[in-house]
């Protein structure tokens, strides 16, 4: 990650830290999109993952005081709160997948191509269901990593794992859901 970032947060939380509250705006300005776009690959339901997203930064408020600079950047220690936070939520879910909000009014109102509609539909179930395939830490690797985008170190970061280790869960979770799809399109 450039060092610029890393040099942007350290200064935001240092002044949150003292108690000013633009900087506080300004880091959940900066991360919020990554943040909800994580949710989102977890959880798959809008309005819940909007829900975690405010209540990662209400926790963020509430630790800040207690982040100290590390070798571990800011943006990864929000991530790592991210991961705990929604492996509360599937605990309080029990594990049990809830029909997402989009699906149903997506069936309730059909956009005009029906045709597209279920292409889309269909692509987006089969890559949900290739992921599912995964162990658990090949599938937090492959949404770090190509759903909110974060570099192969802030991954690494994250997951407090080496970088070797990352690059090898993700080349396996790579692989797997290749084969997972070309299945499907026999």
Same mark, same amino acid.
């Given at each position: 990650?450039?060092?610029?970032?890393? =040099? =942007?947060?350290?200064?935001?939380?240092?002044?949150?830290?003292?108690?000013?509250?633009?900087?506080?705006?300004?880091?959940?300005?900066?991360?919020?999109?990554?943040?909800?776009?994580?949710?989102?690959?977890?959880?798959?339901?809008?309005?819940?993952?909007?829900?975690?997203?405010?209540?990662?930064?209400?926790?963020?408020?509430?630790?800040?005081?207690?982040?100290?600079?590390?070798?571990?950047?800011?943006?990864?220690?929000?991530?790592?709160?991210?991961?705990?936070?929604?492996?509360?939520?599937?605990?309080?879910?029990?594990?049990?997948?809830?029909?997402?909000?989009?699906?149903?009014?997506?069936?309730?109102?059909?956009?005009?191509?029906?045709?597209?509609?279920?292409?889309?539909?269909?692509?987006?179930?089969?890559?949900?269901?290739?992921?599912?395939?995964?162990?658990?830490?090949?599938?937090?690797?492959?949404?770090?990593?190509?759903?909110?985008?974060?570099?192969?170190?802030?991954?690494? =970061?994250?997951?407090?794992?080496?970088?070797?280790?990352?690059?090898?869960?993700?080349?396996?979770?790579?692989?797997?859901?290749?084969?997972?799809?070309?299945?499907?399109?026999?």
């Amino acid at each position: 990650m450039d060092e610029q970032l890393l =040099d =942007d947060d350290l200064k935001l939380v240092q002044q949150a830290q003292a108690g000013k509250t633009e900087a506080v705006g300004a880091l959940f300005d900066k991360h919020y999109r990554a943040m909800f776009r994580y949710f989102y690959a977890r959880v798959r339901q809008q309005q819940q993952a909007e829900d975690l997203a405010g209540e990662l930064f209400t926790r963020m408020v509430h630790h800040l005081p207690t982040f100290q600079a590390t070798a571990v950047p800011f943006r990864a220690w929000l991530f790592r709160i991210a991961y705990n936070l929604t492996m509360d939520h599937f605990r309080v879910a029990n594990g049990k997948p809830v029909e997402p909000l989009e699906v149903v009014q997506t069936q309730a109102q059909p956009e005009q191509n029906p045709v597209r509609q279920v292409e889309r539909q269909m692509t987006s179930e089969t890559l949900l269901a290739a992921l599912e395939t995964l162990v658990p830490e090949q599938r937090q690797v492959i949404i770090l990593r190509f759903l909110v985008g974060l570099s192969l170190q802030e991954t690494a =970061d994250v997951m407090e794992r080496s970088l070797p280790a990352v690059k090898a869960m993700q080349h396996r979770g790579l692989k797997i859901m290749r084969a997972t799809l070309a299945q499907v399109e026999l």
